[in-house]
Antibody
Framework: EVQLVESGGGLVQPGGSLRLSCAAS????????MNWVRQAPGKGLEWVSA????????NYIDSVKGRFTISRDNSKNRLYLQMNSLRAEDSAIYYC????????WGQGTLVTVSS | DIVMTQSPDSLAVSLGERATFNCKSS????????????LAWYQQKPGQPPKLLIS???TRESGVPDRFSGSGSGTDFTLTISSLQAEDVAVYYC?????????FGPGTNVDIK
């Protein structure tokens, strides 16, 4: 059974940092492109970032470039999202999402940026 | 960036009736080298992550009821539910995975009339 389990969300002040982690199991992680997708409360889906199977190629939406960094550890079957200089508009549920097109989804971790 | 638009924003259909909604991309998501459209449809119910229904514009995922069908090519796509069931109440999103950023449409909210 495919499982993606996110952790690391929480309440952080504007300008602060968080590191999200996603533990993957039930599929061959090292051969799968991975993504982070977010959803603000009551809003639609927003793709945030993607990383290639090897980790050598990464992509971001413009609003997080220079602030967020996606990475992976294929030896541990883990995906990460380092989020710095957080803003109120980054508040959302962050989903770990596997493959392209995405057909594996975690349950999400809530990030709230507020003073 | 490829901008995805969907219409209508919301739709109410009687049980057993057909529901059709549309998605348009600001540029083609058809890759000429393999003649594939990099367009997917997702269903999201409240409190749940999205579920992939259709990939490559028209390929139904395993386990998805055959009342769901996707069509279209290039920049214009359609998702059809041939006979709406109560469990189909959800928000439906189109998504292009042709070129990053891999954008989603704003969604169509489907409800029972």
């Amino acid at each position: 059974e495919v499982q993606l389990v996110e952790s690391g969300g929480g309440l952080v002040q504007p300008g602060g940092s968080l590191r999200l982690s996603c533990a993957a199991s039930g599929f061959t992680f090292s051969t799968s492109a991975m993504n982070w997708v977010r959803q603000a409360p009551g809003k639609g889906l927003e793709w945030v970032s993607a990383i290639s199977r090897s980790g050598g190629d990464t992509n971001y939406i413009d609003s997080v470039k220079g602030r967020f960094t996606i990475s992976r550890d294929n030896s541990k079957n883990r995906l990460y999202l380092q989020m710095n200089s957080l803003r109120a508009e980054d508040s959302a549920i962050y989903y770990c999402a596997g493959r392209r097109p995405v057909d594996y989804w975690g349950q999400g971790t809530l990030v709230t940026v507020s003073s | 960036d490829i901008v995805m638009t969907q219409s209508p924003d919301s739709l109410a259909v009687s049980l057993g009736e057909r529901a059709t909604f549309n998605c348009k991309s600001s540029q083609s998501v058809l890759y000429s080298s393999n003649n594939k459209n990099y367009l997917a449809w997702y269903q999201q119910k409240p409190g749940q992550p999205p579920k992939l229904l259709i990939s490559w514009a028209s390929t139904r995922e395993s386990g998805v009821p055959d009342r769901f069908s996707g069509s279209g090519s290039g920049t214009d796509f359609t998702l059809t539910i041939s006979s709406l069931q109560a469990e189909d109440v959800a928000v439906y999103y189109c998504h292009q995975y042709y070129f990053p950023p891999f954008t989603f449409g704003p969604g169509t909210n489907v409800d029972i009339k």
